[in-house]
């Protein structure tokens, strides 16, 4: 199964709203997760269950969507968000994820 | 703390092995599955293998299918992954993870730093 995350990469101001697609190749139900990198670290778990958010997590983040469509929004961006974020669906094997959206300062 | 730490990576000639760990504490290593995943450098995320909790299933990218064994030794709270005929193409930053709750199809919640691996001659 086949992830494609637009856009690619964006610039966004601090207080922006945000939002990320992952588009999957074929339905995955709720399987998909969202994870956000910073540069030299290890990814961080985000959304699970497609709109779950994972304990910790801001409340700003939010994820939605179900079989090939799937959203992550940051709903009011903040400076400790810009970073690279990917989708991965755990649908099926193998997993995928997403080729990545880098977020950066405008 | 939940913690996981790999080791075993450095540099190796193509066509060579190496075997790849991660020693997991702080949480009941035999309850979750685990995942080994890899980011070439400047490269997004690509999933490599997962190992059920016990052990007993394992599943593989098609890159490393046939080349990439997964296992574990719940004895010894510790993730392996041995990597044979290694090509340029696996270079790559190597983490595990463990899976949020036991199940195979679920999120990866927990990241170890990474342990790097270059192939080259």
């Known amino acids: 199964i086949q992830l494609t995350q637009s856009p690619s990469s964006l610039s966004a101001s601090v207080g922006d709203r945000v939002t990320i697609t992952c588009r999957a190749s074929?339905?995955?139900?709720?399987?998909l997760a969202w994870y956000q990198q910073k540069p030299g670290k290890a990814p961080k778990l985000l959304i699970y269950a497609a709109s779950t958010l994972q304990s910790g997590v801001p409340s700003r983040f939010s994820g939605s969507g179900s079989g090939t469509d799937f959203t992550l929004t940051i709903s009011s961006l903040q400076p400790e968000d810009f970073a690279t974020y990917y989708c991965q669906q755990l649908n099926s094997f193998p997993l995928t994820f997403g080729g990545g959206t880098k977020v950066e300062i405008k | 703390q939940v913690q996981l730490v790999e080791s075993g990576g450095g540099v190796v000639q193509p066509g060579r092995s190496l075997r790849l760990s991660c020693a997991a504490s702080g949480f009941t290593f035999n309850k979750y599955a685990m995942h080994w995943v890899r980011q070439a450098p400047g490269k997004g995320l690509e999933w490599v293998a997962l190992i059920s909790y016990d052990g007993n299933n394992k599943y593989y990218a098609d890159s490393v299918k046939g080349r990439f064994t997964i296992s574990r030794d719940n004895s010894q709270n510790t993730l392996y992954v041995q990597m044979n005929s290694l090509r340029a193409e696996d270079t790559a930053l190597y983490y595990c993870a463990k899976t949020r709750i036991g199940v195979v199809n679920n999120a990866l919640d927990i990241w170890g730093q990474g342990t790097m691996v270059t192939v080259s001659s």
């Open positions: 074929q339905g995955i139900s709720d399987y």
